[in-house]
């Protein structure tokens, strides 16, 4: 079946690194997504994968194994702003996409 | 960026009664649009999959005569929730892409649901 985890929630401190990790099983593979969702709003795009590797923009990094199913979301210099869920979401072969259940983000000062 | 509008943000209505919302593209043409389904804590759930000019495909377990969608035109998918029910009470999000190779979502503010 096609699978998506991610932690439940993780906690951070204000100018610390988090990373967020998303391990995937799906049908076919076309790319990985992470969404910013903050409570009561739509989520908003972040970052999107499909070649091996690390890509940065500004504070926040997306990595993807596509060998180990494995990919995570690196934020830097924690803002308090940061404190939302971040949604992991793999497209599989039809371009679905399989959504993790988020990972809430609590940032502490 | 490009730019999904939804509307109502927030609409309460009386059990039994239907309730609209729109979601419209305002920048694009997106011949694919999205209908999820969200409730407190908890992942989207995709409801169902918007194209436009042709019926909507619903997922498992969704009721299609009771969620009834329709995408009439290239910017606009609506979703009427018909004879509403509390448990009906949720917060719908509407996607739409723009057909590029990265397949990156727009997402609308989406619009929470009460019935009383």
């Known amino acids: 079946g096609q699978n998506i985890d991610q932690p439940t929630e993780m906690t951070a401190t204000e100018g610390a690194i988090v990373q967020i990790n998303c391990t995937y099983q799906?049908?076919?593979?076309?790319?990985l997504f992470w969404y910013q969702q903050h409570a009561g709003e739509a989520p908003t795009f972040l970052s999107y994968n499909v070649l091996d590797g690390l890509e940065e923009k500004g504070r926040f990094s997306s990595f993807l194994s596509r060998s180990k199913g494995y990919s995570y979301l690196l934020l830097k210099e924690l803002q308090m702003k940061d404190s939302a869920s971040y949604l992991c979401?793999?497209?599989?072969?039809?371009?679905?996409?399989?959504w993790g259940a988020g990972t809430k983000l609590i940032i502490k000062p | 960026g490009a730019v999904v509008s939804q509307h109502p943000s927030w609409v309460i209505c009386k059990s039994g009664t239907s309730v609209k919302i729109e979601c419209r593209s305002l920048d694009f043409q997106a011949t694919t649009m999205f209908w999820y389904r969200q409730f407190p804590k908890q992942s989207l759930m995709l409801m169902a999959t918007s194209n436009e000019g042709s019926k909507a495909t619903y997922e498992q377990g969704v009721e299609k005569d009771k969620f009834l969608i329709n995408h009439a035109s290239l910017t606009l998918s609506t979703l009427t929730v018909t004879s509403a029910h509390p448990e009906d009470s949720s917060f719908y999000i509407c996607?739409?892409?723009?057909?590029?190779?990265?397949?990156?979502?727009?997402f609308g503010e989406g619009s929470r649901l009460t019935v009383l």
């Open positions: 979401a793999a497209m599989d072969s039809n371009y679905q996409l399989i």
């Open positions: 996607s739409a892409s723009q057909g590029t190779d990265t397949g990156e979502l727009f």
């Open positions: 799906t049908s076919g593979f076309n790319g």
